[in-house]
Nanobody, 117 residues
Framework: QVHLEESGGGVVQPGGSLSLSCVASRLKWTYSAYTMGWYRQTPGREREMVAA????????MYADSVKGRFTISRDNAKNTVDLQMDSLKAEDTAVYFCNARRYGIWWGRGTRVTDGS
C-alpha cells in the first residue's frame, strides 16, 4: 500500500508563489516506476488533473489552466514529486492531492491552498 504525504499548502495572495511537495513510501516497486501527478479539488467539483508525468514518455503534462505557471518535478532518489506554483490566481484555491499509479492508484490526504485576498 503506497503512502503519499503532501506538504506545502497555505494561504497565498494572487500573483504569489507556493511550492507543494509529496513524499512516497511503502512502495512495492522502485519509485521511478510509478507515474506521479498532482490533482486538485474544490467543493462541488470533480477532482481534476493539474500536472502529471505521462506514463509512456515520462514527460510532464499540464492542465490548460496552469500551463506556463506551474511546474512539476520529481526526485527519484528522494521519492518525491513537487509542484511549483507561480502567478497564482484565486481560482487555484483548492485541496491539492498527490497521486501515484502503477497497477493501481493511490492518493495522499491532500494539502489546502487558500486564496488570501
Amino acid at each position: 500500500q503506497v503512502h503519499l504525504e503532501e506538504s506545502g499548502g497555505g494561504v497565498v495572495q494572487p500573483g504569489g508563489s507556493l511550492s507543494l511537495s509529496c513524499v512516497a513510501s511503502r512502495l512495492k516497486w522502485t519509485y521511478s516506476a510509478y507515474t506521479m501527478g498532482w490533482y486538485r479539488q474544490t467543493p462541488g467539483r470533480e477532482r481534476e488533473m493539474v500536472a502529471a508525468f505521462d506514463t509512456l514518455t515520462g514527460r510532464p503534462m499540464y492542465a490548460d489552466s496552469v500551463k506556463g505557471r506551474f511546474t512539476i518535478s520529481r526526485d527519484n532518489a528522494k521519492n518525491t514529486v513537487d509542484l511549483q506554483m507561480d502567478s497564482l490566481k484565486a481560482e487555484d484555491t483548492a485541496v491539492y492531492f498527490c497521486n501515484a499509479r502503477r497497477y493501481g492508484i493511490w492518493w495522499g490526504r491532500g494539502t489546502r491552498v487558500t486564496d488570501g485576498s
